[in-house]
């Protein structure tokens, strides 16, 4: 029943206040075809692993040197552009409708579906509950449910936590400064996680030490293995 009441609402909503294109505020859509289709790719090559840019090879010097928890991450775009705008919209200007297009691009990517790997949880990185609180929503988690819904996978919001609140990750932070932010600052639960392979969803990967630290923990709680999907790939 409450479905059926959000859908009418949403239509209610949509009749009274027709949607606009977040990027060049055409109408129909919160995001456009002509705008999706002008969003930058993650080109290739890219680490096998952490998926930042190569020159050569398959794996990057840093991912040779000090392997990740995740097995993999993957991105369908590099954090520029329209694709950072949306990033912030949805992140910041609390525009969660771009959740449900920006779900269905990363649930596109031919590595995030279950035919491409065993998956059997989605699973968001968490915010702090201070942090959460004060925005409402948490976007990894509105990202990953709408991948889960599109895979037909159960999506477990709580099998992860933010047990210690963190400084925010500056650009100016090397890896290792970020890395020592996150340590430690989360926690998962085993009844959730225990011998699940487990997609880790969030919206922008950098270095990937939120998604490292993410991991460990799931890996810590008896997860068989993570893989990681974020929007963009900074």
């Not at 190569?54 to 995740?70: E, I, K, Q, V, Y």
């Not at 919209?89 to 269905?104: C, D, Q, V, W």
């Amino acid at each position: 029943m409450r479905s059926v009441l959000e859908r009418a609402s949403n239509v209610a909503l949509d009749l009274l206040f027709p949607p606009q294109c977040a990027i060049c505020r055409a109408g129909g859509s919160v995001l456009c075809e002509l705008c999706i289709a002008m969003l930058p790719l993650a080109e290739m090559p890219r680490c096998d692993r952490c998926w930042d840019d190569l020159r050569s090879g398959s794996r990057c010097s840093h991912c040779l040197a000090t392997p990740h928890a995740f097995e993999s991450v993957r991105a369908p775009f590099s954090h520029g552009d329209a694709a950072r705008d949306l990033v912030h919209l949805l992140k910041y200007e609390g525009l969660t409708s771009l959740a449900r297009p920006m779900g269905s691009l990363m649930a596109s990517l031919r590595a995030t579906l279950p035919a491409a790997y065993p998956i059997d949880i989605v699973v968001p990185v968490p915010l702090h509950r201070g942090r959460q609180r004060a925005r409402g929503y948490n976007q990894a988690a509105l990202l990953a449910r709408q991948i889960a819904n599109e895979a037909g996978l159960p999506f477990e919001a709580r099998a992860a936590r933010r047990v210690r609140a963190t400084k925010p990750l500056a650009k100016s932070m090397d890896r290792r400064e970020r890395a020592s932010i996150v340590a430690g600052a989360f926690r998962a639960d085993p009844g959730r996680v225990e011998g699940r392979a487990v997609l880790l969803v969030d919206d922008v990967v950098t270095t990937g030490a939120t998604l490292d630290a993410c991991s460990r923990a799931l890996l810590d709680a008896g997860a068989l293995s993570v893989r990681a999907v974020t929007f963009t790939r900074a």
